[in-house]
């Protein structure tokens, strides 16, 4: 029953926009929009979603191959100069006509970005929020996080039900340097953000400029940066 009243709580608060949610992102994303779509035409090192959707295969989740005809979800904006889209994030999806399962087939999904967490609940782009304890994360989302967030329409109505949210992607880097230190913020190889309010790490260390680390790293909007460091170990920690 608590489980239902969750979810339930999750639907609303989909559909509403909320008055406490606070409107801290940069105005420069707040026309980002989550796109469906798929890879129409592909070069080298770049391509077009549903024609009209450029990206570059940087932009790609998880460093997977692209090929002509895949699904994609893309998160997209508005070149203000020439009018362009520009997908700044491309998530490959699995293609559901290949999927056995009903339930699967009726879910959907769409790449949203943190605006702010609260204590019990994360906000999301256009004001939306859901319980925080749907949030699949072993880590607390930050300010500017990429996400995938899972849904479903509930039959003969406008409401939709959040199944589930998790981090867009992760990368993973091994021996990685601290290039940038000020404050409780800093940076990893250049391109990669790091805050000491949102980072784990082992207890009694404090990152120092230079320092070799391992770290895991999530799709983040923390501009001019694109992902968050979210766990850092020193790779030299003796033990």
């Not at 979810?7 to 406490?20: C, T």
């Not at 339930?103 to 609260?118: A, E």
């Not at 990152?207 to 940066?225: F, K, R, T």
Request: with cysteine; net charge neutral.
């Amino acid at each position: 029953m608590l489980s239902i009243l969750r979810r339930i709580s999750a639907l609303f608060q989909w559909n509403k926009k909320s008055e406490e949610a606070p409107e801290e992102q940069p105005q420069d994303i707040s026309n980002l929009q989550s796109v469906h779509g798929v890879v129409t035409s592909l070069c080298a090192n770049y391509g077009w979603i549903n024609k009209s959707i450029f990206f570059h295969t940087d932009v790609v989740c998880d460093n997977m191959p692209v090929r002509i005809g895949v699904n994609v979800i893309a998160l997209v904006e508005e070149d203000e100069t020439t009018q362009v889209l520009n997908a700044i994030k491309v998530k490959i999806m699995n293609n559901p006509l290949d999927c056995k399962d009903p339930s699967k087939l009726r879910k959907k999904f769409c790449i949203k970005y943190v605006t702010h967490v609260m204590q019990d609940n994360i906000y999301v782009s256009n004001g939306v929020s859901f319980p925080i304890h749907l949030f699949s994360g072993a880590f607390r989302p930050f300010k500017g996080d990429l996400v995938l967030v899972a849904y479903s329409m509930i039959p003969g109505t406008s409401y939709i039900n959040i199944d589930s949210v998790r981090p867009l992607s992760f990368q993973n880097m091994q021996r990685a340097c601290i290039t940038r230190l000020d404050g409780r913020t800093g940076v990893v190889e250049h391109c990669m953000m790091f805050t000491l309010d949102s980072l784990h790490t082992l207890s009694g260390y404090t990152p120092a400029l230079y320092d070799v680390v391992n770290v895991i790293a999530v799709d983040s909007i923390q501009l001019p940066y694109s992902w968050r460091v979210v766990s850092m170990i020193p790779a030299d920690m003796l033990y």
